[in-house]
């Protein structure tokens, strides 16, 4: 199994890392369409009143899921703990997590660390994942290997009134290994609104969806 050392304190070095990590050709690495959260919303759904998306709600939609995934992506995450966030000097923020989580390409589930970094600025969050954590009592916890370490970055872009919510995702694996494809390939073909934000639109702001059956 891959490992990789914790010594990341910036969120620049954070992007480097996953970015050195994407450019391996050994690892599996995957990004779905960029998807247009307004044309999807009133093309693929029936919803309970007017809404127009903005930039500032996908944005408060990451924050919120970034610290709690197991609100927001329960259909993976069943349960979460975070802790220890901070700010750091160029402006970003980071916090440890430890999920239990279903894996990606087997019929299991098990726990998953992951060092997360947010910047306000660039609207973006990376998730490394992690072999071991300490805790906020100054224990180390460690993975059990139940599969490959993983890093994720979730992020925004477009207008206020145009937002565009982002996503890629690499697996540390010994050679490329296309099984993964697989759940983000059907993610991309199906077209809906990220699960998430099928949550978030309902839970935060309030507006039932159904989608739109052809």
Same mark, same amino acid.
């Given at each position: 199994?891959?490992?990789?050392?914790?010594?990341?304190?910036?969120?620049?070095?954070?992007?480097?890392?996953?970015?050195?990590?994407?450019?391996?050709?050994?690892?599996?690495?995957?990004?779905?369409?960029?998807?247009?959260?307004?044309?999807?919303?009133?093309?693929?759904?029936?919803?309970?009143?007017?809404?127009?998306?903005?930039?500032?709600?996908?944005?408060?939609?990451?924050?919120?899921?970034?610290?709690?995934?197991?609100?927001?992506?329960?259909?993976?995450?069943?349960?979460?703990?975070?802790?220890?966030?901070?700010?750091?000097?160029?402006?970003?923020?980071?916090?440890?997590?430890?999920?239990?989580?279903?894996?990606?390409?087997?019929?299991?589930?098990?726990?998953?660390?992951?060092?997360?970094?947010?910047?306000? !600025? *660039?609207?973006?969050? #990376?998730?490394?994942? +992690?072999?071991?954590?300490? %805790? =906020?009592?100054?224990?180390?916890?460690?993975?059990?290997?139940?599969?490959?370490?993983?890093?994720?970055?979730?992020?925004?872009?477009? !207008? *206020?009134?145009?937002? #565009?919510?982002?996503? +890629?995702?690499?697996?540390? %694996? =010994?050679?490329?290994?296309?099984?993964?494809?697989?759940?983000?390939?059907?993610?991309?073909?199906?077209?809906?609104?990220?699960?998430?934000? *099928?949550?978030?639109?309902?839970?935060?702001? +309030?507006?039932?969806?159904?989608?739109?059956?052809?």
């Amino acid at each position: 199994m891959n490992t990789v050392r914790n010594t990341v304190h910036s969120f620049a070095a954070a992007s480097e890392e996953f970015e050195s990590a994407w450019e391996k050709p050994r690892n599996t690495r995957f990004e779905l369409p960029a998807v247009d959260v307004n044309e999807v919303l009133s093309n693929r759904y029936e919803i309970s009143k007017p809404l127009q998306l903005t930039r500032r709600m996908i944005w408060d939609m990451e924050l919120k899921k970034a610290w709690d995934p197991a609100t927001y992506i329960p259909y993976v995450v069943s349960r979460n703990y975070s802790w220890g966030r901070h700010s750091l000097d160029d402006g970003s923020e980071r916090f440890l997590r430890e999920l239990t989580a279903q894996a990606w390409i087997a019929n299991t589930s098990g726990p998953v660390f992951e060092d997360v970094f947010i910047s306000h !600025t *660039e609207q973006k969050i #990376f998730f490394l994942g +992690r072999v071991e954590l300490e %805790t =906020e009592a100054g224990k180390t916890i460690r993975t059990d290997g139940f599969q490959p370490l993983f890093s994720v970055e979730h992020g925004v872009r477009g !207008t *206020e009134d145009n937002p #565009f919510n982002t996503w +890629r995702i690499v697996i540390l %694996t =010994e050679n490329n290994d296309r099984r993964f494809h697989q759940p983000f390939e059907e993610m991309a073909k199906a077209g809906w609104l990220p699960g998430f934000l *099928e949550i978030y639109i309902e839970k935060d702001l +309030r507006v039932k969806l159904s989608r739109k059956q052809h």
